[in-house]
């Protein structure tokens, strides 16, 4: 199956979380879980741009008797008069009667008097009302993510409460007899359990909480005793190892034991091909390589999308990126291959650099790297220059 079919099956077996109503000040990155619609205009009122006076546009050029001053956040109550002026700080409200703004340094002026020898149209130097946001605009949709932006926006609307959608747990589970957690003494033929911690970065940075739920031996009922407790408290999970085709690769069979639903088994794709999709009481399980490399590989392609989707964000597929190799590629590709490298912008065009070692157990390469390119099927070594589509990670 290639990666785009198995991607879509996936998408199709995941719904969205519920929803939370959290403070604003809690809010940055939540996801908007209903949209907004402006209740009143922004600014509410037509207000000056900078210091200056205001006045009555159809009265200059000419010389203006000043009145009063208003500052922001002053309501100035004495309509002006023909050949008349306020003098006016940035943000203040425009008086009754007055319809455009003069710059101080454009002007003459006494503690009395100011002098305009410019024309003015009305309007002119005035933010009106309804000029940022007017009463009745959706300014925010479900789906979307709150960043500075949005925050501000829900902020002059006055929501202090928004809804948005619960932020999905992710339960982590490693397999593997030859596993070995930090600060433990590492005895021969053992490795350091590193997908545990792979992985909680990768979903903390997504957005997700990690809940790392332990290490399972290679048996199938130790991996299906974790895998159904694990359940329990998350929305999702991530196995990893035991999904090739080994003697001790008891993944798939712990599936069998727990009454899991098979989506997808096996993806055309290099690395992180080898791997197990599947549902259980709504909750997408996702079994992948041993490998962190590879493992990481699929999460980017398959895995990630979907827990997106799970977290109610609306454009929960990558945006794709035509880029430029800035170093060759030697390998040939049969099926096709994800790599991995740093995106940078150079002379206007989009810029990959690809480091040299790619291979299914090589995770270094993978710190640093921030976009997959994808190699179509059935290509041979790439040149530099060579142009590829990928998406950001």
């Given at each position: 199956?290639?990666?785009?079919?198995?991607?879509?099956?996936?998408?199709?077996?995941?719904?969205?979380?519920?929803?939370?109503?959290?403070?604003?000040?809690?809010?940055?990155?939540?996801?908007?879980?209903?949209?907004?619609?402006?209740?009143?205009?922004?600014?509410?009122?037509?207000?000056?741009?900078?210091?200056?006076?205001?006045?009555?546009?159809?009265?200059?050029?000419?010389?203006?008797h000043?009145?009063?001053?208003?500052?922001?956040?002053?309501?100035?109550?004495?309509?002006?008069?023909?050949?008349?002026a306020?003098?006016?700080?940035?943000?203040?409200?425009?008086?009754?009667?007055?319809?455009?703004v003069?710059?101080?340094?454009?002007?003459?002026?006494?503690?009395?008097?100011?002098?305009?020898?410019?024309?003015?149209?009305?309007?002119?130097?005035?933010i009106?009302?309804?000029?940022?946001?007017?009463?009745?605009?959706?300014?925010?949709?479900?789906?979307?993510?709150?960043?500075?932006?949005?925050?501000?926006?829900?902020?002059?609307?006055?929501?202090?409460?928004?809804?948005?959608?619960?932020?999905?747990?992710?339960?982590?589970?490693?397999?593997?007899?030859?596993?070995?957690?930090?600060?433990?003494?590492?005895?021969?033929?053992?490795?350091r359990?590193?997908?545990?911690?792979?992985?909680?970065s990768?979903?903390?940075?997504?957005?997700?909480?990690?809940?790392?739920?332990?290490?399972?031996?290679?048996?199938?009922?130790?991996?299906?005793?974790?895998?159904?407790?694990?359940?329990?408290?998350?929305?999702?999970?991530?196995?990893?190892?035991?999904?090739?085709?080994?003697?001790?690769?008891?993944?798939?069979?712990?599936?069998?034991?727990?009454?899991?639903?098979?989506?997808?088994?096996?993806?055309?794709?290099?690395?992180?091909?080898?791997?197990?999709?599947?549902?259980?009481?709504?909750?997408?399980?996702?079994?992948?390589?041993?490998?962190?490399?590879?493992?990481?590989?699929?999460?980017?392609?398959?895995?990630?999308?979907?827990?997106?989707?799970?977290?109610?964000?609306?454009?929960?597929?990558?945006?794709?990126?035509?880029?430029?190799?800035?170093?060759?590629?030697?390998?040939?590709?049969?099926?096709?291959?994800?790599?991995?490298?740093r995106?940078?912008?150079?002379?206007?065009?989009?810029?990959?650099?690809?480091?040299?070692?790619?291979g299914?157990?090589?995770?270094?390469?993978?710190?640093?790297?921030?976009?997959?390119?994808?190699?179509?099927?059935?290509?041979?070594?790439l040149?530099?220059?060579?142009?590829?589509?990928?998406?950001?990670?």
């Open positions: 199956m290639n990666y785009d079919e198995a991607r879509k099956i996936i998408l199709e077996s995941v719904k969205p979380v519920e929803t939370e109503i959290v403070k604003l000040s809690d809010s940055a990155g939540r996801i908007l879980a209903e949209d907004i619609i402006a209740v009143c205009n922004v600014p509410d009122f037509d207000r000056s741009p900078y210091d200056g006076y205001t006045f009555r546009a159809k009265d200059v050029p000419g010389t203006l000043i009145i009063g001053e208003i500052r922001a956040g002053e309501n100035f109550l004495t309509p002006l008069k023909p050949g008349e306020v003098k006016i700080l940035t943000g203040a409200m425009i008086p009754e009667g007055a319809d455009a003069v710059k101080y340094e454009d002007t003459e002026y006494t503690d009395t008097v100011v002098t305009v020898r410019e024309t003015f149209r009305s309007g002119d130097n005035v009106r009302a309804g000029e940022d946001i007017k009463k009745g605009d959706i300014v925010a949709r479900a789906g979307e993510i709150i960043d500075a932006g949005t925050a501000g926006v829900l902020a002059s609307q006055n929501i202090s409460s928004p809804k948005v959608y619960r932020q999905p747990k992710i339960g982590i589970i490693t397999t593997g007899s030859e596993l070995q957690d930090l600060d433990s003494l590492l005895t021969a033929g053992k490795i359990n590193t997908s545990r911690y792979t992985f909680e990768a979903l903390t940075l997504a957005g997700f909480v990690p809940d790392f739920c332990g290490i399972a031996i290679d048996d199938e009922r130790a991996i299906a005793g974790i895998i159904s407790e694990a359940l329990k408290g998350n929305d999702a999970l991530i196995v990893t190892g035991g999904v090739s085709a080994g003697d001790y690769d008891r993944t798939p069979e712990a599936l069998k034991i727990i009454g899991a639903e098979i989506l997808v088994r096996d993806v055309a794709l290099k690395p992180g091909g080898k791997c197990v999709y599947a549902v259980k009481n709504g909750k997408l399980i996702c079994c992948l390589s041993g490998n962190p490399a590879s493992a990481l590989t699929n999460y980017y392609t398959l895995a990630l999308p979907a827990f997106k989707k799970l977290s109610g964000l609306k454009n929960f597929l990558s945006e794709e990126i035509n880029v430029t190799l800035a170093n060759s590629f030697p390998k040939r590709s049969p099926q096709t291959r994800m790599i991995r490298g995106l940078k912008f150079s002379d206007g065009q989009a810029v990959m650099f690809v480091p040299s070692e790619q299914n157990g090589v995770l270094s390469t993978m710190s640093g790297s921030n976009f997959m390119a994808v190699i179509p099927s059935g290509s041979g070594k040149p530099e220059g060579t142009r590829l589509k990928g998406f950001t990670i």
